[in-house]
C-alpha cells in the first residue's frame, strides 16, 4: 500500500471517530414563520470536509472494490426517487438542503468499498471515537451541566432550562447525556452500536488466543517460547475491553435513549443467534461473559442512581406522558399528510415545513414541528407510497446482502455489523435522526458501507 493510500486509510478513521462532532457552518435554514427550523437546514460541518478531501485523494488510487451491485441498484433506485421528490415538493429548496444528507451517505459507502480501506481500523476509531462521546456524555450526568463551546459544535446543556432532554424523578430534573450529538438519543445509538463493535474486537482477540493453540507452526512456537509477553499482550488487550465496555455500558444507560437499550437488546440476541447457528468456537460462552459483564455494570449504575430509571422505564412522569401526547400528535400529522399527498409526498425532508403550511400554523412553538419518530412512515410522508416502497425495498437489499456476506465469510465484522444494522432498524422505529440528521444519517450509511463490502 503506498504513501496516500495510508494516509487516506488514516483519514478516514479519524472522520469516522470525529463524526459526532458538530462544527459547523449554517448555509441556510427553512424558517416557519419568523423561527428558522433545524429540520431541512443547509449546513457545513467540519467533518463532511474531511469526507470530501479523502474523495479527492482517492481519485488518485486504483478502485479495485466498486461494491455490490445490487446494492448499487438499490442506492440509484432511492437517488432518483429523492431528487423526483424536488418537482412536487411543499418547498423544493429544502429538498436540496437535505440532499447532502444522502449524498454524503452514498460518498462514505463509496469510499469504505475500495481496496485500500481496513474495516478493521475504520470500526477500532469508530469504537474509540464512541468511547470518548460515553466519557463526554458521563461528565455531563454527573455534572449534571454542559457548557457550551461553539469551535466544537457544542450547545450549552442546563437540567433547569424548557427544552432539555431531563428526566424528572425525585424532585430532581436529571439531565440525559448529550455527548457532542443534538440530543440524548443520537448518543444511546452511538453508544449501542459501538457495544456490539466492541464485541466484535473481544471475538478477534479470543480467535487469535485460539489460533496460538491450534496448530504447530513456526509462529506459534515462537509465540510459547516467548510466553508471558505473547499472554501478557493478549491480557491487555481483553482488560482494554473490558474497560471500554464499562464506559460504553454506562455512557449508554444514562442518555436513558430508550429506542436505544431496545435497539442494542435486540442487536446483542441477534448476535447470539448467528453465534449459535455460526457454531463460532467458544461464541455462546464469550457471549455470555460479556452478558454477565454488562449486567454487572448496568447492576451497580442503577443502584447508585435508582429513582430516574424507575421513572424512565415506567413511563409514567410528567414529562414521559408529554413526549408520548407529542408523538401521538407526529403521527396524527404524518397519516394526514400521507392523504393530501398519497403519490408524490411532500418532499425529501419537508415533513415539518409542510406540517406548518398545509396543516396548521398556530402551535405553540417551532419544536412543535417535527418529523414523525419513525423513518419508515416518514419516507412514505416525503417521497410517498411508492418512496417508501423503494426505501424498504433498498434496505432489503442492503439485509440480504449482509446475510450473504456473513455466511459465506464467517467474520467477526460481519457478524457484529449485523447485528448494528438490526440494532438501528429497530431504533428507526422510534426515532427519525437516521433520516434527518447529519451524524444519524452517517451513523446507518456507516454500518450499511462496511458491512455490505464485497470481499472478506
Known sequence: MNRL?????????????????????????????????EYGTLSVYATDVLLLAIFIGAAFLPRSVRGSRSVWTAIAALGIVILGSAIFANR?????????????????????????????????????????????????????TSPSFSWLGLAAHDPTAAGTSVVEAGGMRWLRAYGSLPHPNILGGYLAVALLISFGFYLRVYQDVVAGFSKWSRENVRRHLEGKQWYAKQAWRIAGLLVVLTLLTSG????????????????WLVTLVHLVSLRWPWGWRLWLKWSLFMVAVVGMVVVLIPQPFAVRSEAAGRLEQQSISERQQQFKDAYSLIKLEPIRGVGYGNMPVAVYDKLERGRESVHSYQPVHNIYLLSVVELG?????????????????????????????????????ATLLVIGLFDHYLWTLGAGAMLLWLVIGVGSRADK
Open 92 to 144: 423544493s429548496e429544502v429538498v436540496l438542503y437535505s440532499l447532502r444528507l444522502f449524498a454524503l451517505g452514498v460518498l462514505l459507502w463509496w469510499l469504505v468499498q475500495q481496496a485500500w480501506v481496513k474495516p478493521k481500523f475504520v470500526l477500532a476509531c469508530f469504537v474509540g471515537g464512541a468511547t470518548l462521546q460515553a466519557l463526554f456524555g458521563l461528565g455531563q450526568f454527573f455534572a449534571q
Open 385 to 421: 407510497v411508492m418512496g417508501g416502497v423503494v426505501f424498504l425495498a433498498f434496505l432489503l437489499v442492503v439485509i440480504r446482502q449482509q446475510i450473504r456476506q456473513l455466511f459465506q465469510h464467517h467474520t467477526w465484522t460481519s457478524l457484529v455489523l449485523f447485528s448494528a444494522l
Open 252 to 267: 449508554l444507560l444514562v442518555t436513558f435513549s430508550r429506542s436505544a437499550w431496545l435497539g442494542f437488546g435486540l442487536g
Open 5 to 37: 493510500a495510508k494516509l487516506l486509510g488514516f483519514g478516514l478513521g479519524l472522520y469516522v471517530a470525529l463524526l459526532p462532532w458538530q462544527t459547523r457552518i449554517i448555509v441556510a435554514q427553512p424558517f416557519l414563520g419568523a423561527d428558522p427550523t
